[in-house]
């Protein structure tokens, strides 16, 4: 036992042998990690391979929020979910499939809704949040929240066949709000509940986002930002594109912006994106 | 045949394509506009306005730019990062236009 | 009920409704995939997330092959294995996963290694093989069995922060001999046990290769035939090139090829590639 | 300063970067034999050997091509489909080297 062993135990280093014979993770990436903590924002398509790899890899806490309920229609791509979960929270199926992984890691469990009323306190003792969430005014809310908060954020979504990545609001790169200051017609919002998406999907864009996490917690590799990785399943592209840099002008996180905590708890996000938090109450499928 | 125009590869992604027959990639050749020295995006935008767009223009632009949410790509580099609607556009160019997905 | 619901029972209609939605895959695709069998090579990193999804999105049958028990240096990536089965077969452990997930996916278990020797009789049950291994003279092995039988083949592989990712003998596409005639020399194979790997890599192939296997199965999309991704996590560069063609003078697939079934039985990979099908028992790690 | 040869890309992937001091990404600038007419893929190789692979040079060549194992893409294609050892190179070329893996 060297000194760059310290603060990993016998069990760590058995556990996480495959990442410490990493040069470029090794030891020291492991500590990070063990360090570290993340939310994950969403336990659905694409929460589930971003909880399942940062239980199996060791962060240090992970923090899950959801206010849902396992539905048998989620199981074709929420593969942390069972279907002897089905009608309980997503939150606790989740925590127990991570804990049933990793039991060293801690798991704690946010069975609630993420809403601008609770998001600072949440996501305030989290180091790192990932957005694993579906819709449009949650998207606006997490980004916000973050860049009031100062933390970077992990951002994935899928849908159909087609999906996207990237990290907004880290080392002076873009938010969302840089990229989107006017919210798209509520028309153009499509959600996989109204349009389906191929389970796999979210699959991919979550072990990437996943990956990103990862190496932002971990202080390795060369993080997406200012950079958009876009996915097309059906013709097997895929590119990594180059974006605008922070906006001096943004609302939020601009060189003038006004925008405060107190700003954030009393926005009305479903008013400014005209699109609600949560869908309609499932309606069958129409053949 | 002589192109008459610029050529230039699109590409319409993350639902776009629903407004254009459902087909993501169209190699297009845009005739410039008579005294024209080049060809810009603002004026790429209004042609496919034109000749590519079948349904409900209004998913894909409002005013003279695109509509909110979609983000625009020119050889793989956001617009911003060219001059938005004054890109110049050479011949061979690929545009990306897609709009940003919510699902998850 | 119309005519294009056939064969999709109202259960199926409801846990699949996200997959039918889609106008690209819908009722047809589903079908297809419920009428086919798909075997995963190796129960382990990249065999987690693949049969996980798998299972999942409802593959009529699914095969996994695997003579290895669940170690816990296993468990930073193999998310299909839980603590409590460290000591157990892999095979069973993903089994149960699989079931869990999915009772009304059929799930095979073949708990042995796949050799020369029984790979004819198990690979030949199934539509699609998935190489999900860790070993050259596995990739030899599965490649040759592939042709022999006429099987698309499906194959990953990640080592430390990389992975890479094609189908194989498909569509008259080449197979893995077509690329690699000659066998690398014996030091230039790097395993997972003896050079690390980031857990979440390998679970990005695994989804990759599960989006190929169902992409192949369901007849939707282009597969990646011809073409190889090659995944840098560390500097997020994803690229996907352009292969050589099959090969005429292919010793296996080419035109004049000799390789039969009784050539297969008695070929020696492991004396082909000089490298062993299993590593040689853990050793600890030395920091 | 006036490049006096090709400017190409390098990259060694899949644990090549090894031979060359753990470093992927090579920008170099290959001069031309006397006489000759340009580069071709097997001037680079002998020009790696020399310039640029530090150590286990039989990990990287066998003969006067790659050792086996390894793939060779010039601008994202197979160097099978340009023409393998006489690949023509052009100013600004990409060359990619990756030894497959095989771990999972
Ligand atoms: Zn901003
Ligand atoms: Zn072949």
Known sequence: PTASVCGLTPEMIHRYSRHLLLPSFGVDGQLNLSKASILVVGAGGLGSPIAMYLAACGVGCLGIVDGDNVELNNLHRQIIHTEAYVGEPKVKSAAATCHAINSTVRVVEHREALLASNALDIMSQYDVIVDATDNLPSRYMISDCCVVLNKPLVSGAALGLEGQLTVYHYNGGPCYRCLFPTPPPATACQRCSDSGVLGVVPGIIGCLQALEAIKVASSIGKPLSGRMLLFDALSGHIRIVKLRGRSLNCDVCGENSMFTRETFQSFDYENFTQSPFFPSSNEGLQL | ?104
């Open chain 2, 1 to 104: 045949m002589e192109p008459c125009g610029t050529l230039i590869l699109l590409n319409f992604n993350g639902g776009l394509e629903l407004l254009c027959r459902s087909t993501k990639v169209h190699h297009v050749d845009v005739e410039l506009k008579p005294g024209a020295d080049g060809l810009i995006m603002k004026d790429l935008l209004c042609w496919i306005r034109t000749n590519l767009i079948k349904e409900r223009p209004e998913m894909f632009m409002k005013g003279d730019s695109v509509r909110p949410g979609v983000l625009v790509l020119v050889n793989d580099c956001d617009w911003e990062l060219s001059g938005n609607l004054d890109t110049r556009l050479e011949e061979k160019d690929e545009v990306v236009f897609i709009s940003t997905l919510h699902g998850g």
